[in-house]
């Protein structure tokens, strides 16, 4: 019974993010008016605050006509779909909420990354502030794994900078510096290795392919934020499993 209930919680927990996400991007309240577009945030109307429906029946934002990314699929049923695994994997209904509000500000930052090649500091500090004051309560964590993994993501983000230096100012910003700095003090030393390493491993092998279909040439702008989501979810739902299995 309490996964039907933790599965409820995600789905209408995205539904909201997807409302009040095109208000993270510039100086609105973050609580304003609901709004779908990311360009000129109309305000929703009618049949657009249905949750999943109102994305299917206006694909389109009726103000401004541009077509709105499917971030209405992407945050509803990835909520249901993340609060459901953290429940499956953690045990526990308090841990699982807690872990599923991570993923889905993880969700949240791919569907920006995506709308608008941005990820947004009031998403990423706040995760950041949320990470050091509750991530010790997620299963295998301490205080001491929040803060040694945050200082070895800042430490990681540095060296990664100074690296990319030479690509010029696109090959990585400093929005995904401040998710790797996210990641660490939310997963702690050993989940963040395993979550950048699928982030890294992720990235490349869809680089590789896009480089392979010469959809791509070598140096175009690839969002990292989706890979670096993709890293994090998996870090925070297996990263002590697979660490041990790989260690072992
Ligand atoms: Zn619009």
């Known amino acids: 019974m309490a996964i039907v209930a933790v599965i409820l919680a995600g789905a209408v927990a995205g539904w909201a993010v997807d409302l009040l996400l095109s208000n993270a991007y510039r100086a609105n309240p973050l609580l304003g008016a609901p709004s779908r577009c990311p360009d000129c945030r109309a305000r929703a109307r009618g049949v657009e605050f249905l949750p999943l429906i109102g994305g299917f029946v206006r694909p389109r934002c009726p103000a401004c006509s541009s077509r709105l990314w499917p971030r209405f699929v992407l945050l509803a049923a990835g909520g249901a779909a993340s609060f459901a695994a953290c429940y499956l994997e953690f045990d526990d209904v308090a841990q699982a909420l807690l872990g599923g509000v991570f993923c889905l500000a993880f969700l949240a930052l791919t569907a920006t990354d995506m709308e ?133």
């Open 116 to 248: 608008q090649r941005l990820l947004p500091d009031r998403i990423v500090l706040s995760g950041v502030i949320l990470a050091i004051c509750t991530a010790w309560l997620l299963p295998g964590m301490t205080m001491t794994d929040v803060l040694l993994g945050g200082a070895i993501a800042i430490g990681l983000a540095v060296g990664l900078l100074i690296l990319s230096l030479p690509f010029g100012s696109g090959a990585l910003g400093m929005g995904d510096l401040k998710v790797i700095a996210l990641m660490g003090f939310l997963l702690g030393p050993r989940s963040l290795i395993v979550a950048v390493f699928i982030a890294t491993l992720s990235a490349g092998l869809f680089a590789a392919v896009l480089l392979a279909g010469r959809r791509r040439r070598f140096g175009d702008y690839i969002a990292h934020g989706p890979f670096l989501a993709l890293g994090a979810i998996a870090g925070l739902l297996w990263g002590s499993e697979l660490w041990d299995w790989y260690s072992e």
